[in-house]
């Protein structure tokens, strides 16, 4: 038998169920990443604080041990201003990190809005394929022709409801003989 190529042969049926579906994740989905996203921002912007707060301590402890004699205190000074860069390096990664994050959680989701418009199609084929072909069959039974009804795919739904039409149409053909 030979497969059809055209997945959709009920475009209000199946687009009108697929975008249905689609529609309810994305917005399912655009209330988590609003949650993160906001999260995120937050976050972000409370570490650019801290770095602020933080660069303006070491400044201060800086220009202080310039003004003093100490070499002990100059030691550590130095000392605490090279780790306080490596923690602005630190937190500037984490900002970074964290935008990158949300760009590939964003990018990740509408590569899943298509997966599922691709999957959402099928299955809805699934089911409008036999409407299709009941539907055909109906317009020849009202043209006054009665149909020879084909098997219906392997994994096509509505299989009970296309038997039962099936046997209509031999109860049609059986009185039509007599």
């Keep these: 038998m030979k497969q059809r190529k055209q997945y959709i042969v009920d475009k209000k049926f199946q687009l009108k169920t697929t975008f249905s579906v689609i529609g309810i994740v994305f917005i399912i989905i655009a209330i988590v990443i609003g949650a993160i996203g906001v999260n995120i921002t937050m976050n972000n912007t409370r570490l650019s604080h801290v770095v602020e707060i933080q660069d303006n301590i070491v400044e201060a402890l800086i220009a202080y041990s310039q003004s003093t004699e100490g070499t002990s205190q100059k030691v550590a000074i130095k ?25 590939i959680l964003i990018a990740f989701i509408l590569l899943q809005g298509f997966v599922l418009y691709i999957v959402l199609i099928r299955k809805t084929h699934k089911i409008a394929g036999p409407i299709f072909v009941m ?26 409801f296309y038997t039962h039409f099936t046997q209509m149409v031999d109860e049609l053909k059986k009185r039509e003989q007599k």
């Excluded at 000392?79 to 760009?103: C, E, G, Y």
């Excluded at 539907?135 to 509505?158: A, C, F, V, W």
């Design 79 to 103: 000392n605490i201003a090279n780790d306080h860069f490596n923690n602005l390096k630190t937190i500037r990664d984490i900002i970074k990190t964290n935008n990158t994050l949300l760009i």
């Design 135 to 160: 539907r055909s069959y109906m317009q020849d039974i009202i043209n006054g022709t009665l149909p020879d009804p084909r098997p219906l795919r392997k994994n096509d739904e509505l299989k009970d």
